[in-house]
């Protein structure tokens, strides 16, 4: 706003064209972000999207579940990352293991709700 001297409901308005010409899509934290062409990034959370790997991977109860270091190859991110959402899906009942050298094992395939 001071960079081009307008009002706040100046910017905001300014905000919902680009968002509507899908140029810009709001962020965490009340910021916004260029929408990059090509194609879609799936903005769910981290955990959501590994626990997905389990039904597209075809995996079951009981199956090793891919490494963190496997993971963050996969999703683009690092393995500090990873290693946080694959505690949450620990907490959540859907892994079980992991650590220091333990292979993670599925412990509950997600239901679709589970998933969303």
Do not use: Y
Not at 73 to 86: I, Y
């Amino acid at each position: 706003m001071s960079d081009h001297k307008v009002s706040r409901g100046v910017a905001v308005r300014a905000f919902a064209v680009l968002k509507h010409e899908g140029v810009a899509e709001p962020a965490p934290g009340g910021r916004w972000r260029v929408v990059r062409a090509g194609a879609p990034v799936d903005r769910r959370p981290l955990e959501q999207r590994i626990a997905d790997v389990i039904t597209a991977d075809g995996l079951v109860v009981g199956q090793p579940f891919p490494s963190a270091s496997a993971l963050a190859e996969r999703f683009g991110v690092s393995r500090p990352t990873v290693t946080k959402a694959l505690e949450k899906l620990e907490a959540a009942g859907v892994l079980a293991g992991g650590g220091q050298g333990r292979v993670r094992t599925v412990r509950a395939v997600p239901t679709r709700e589970e998933r969303s």
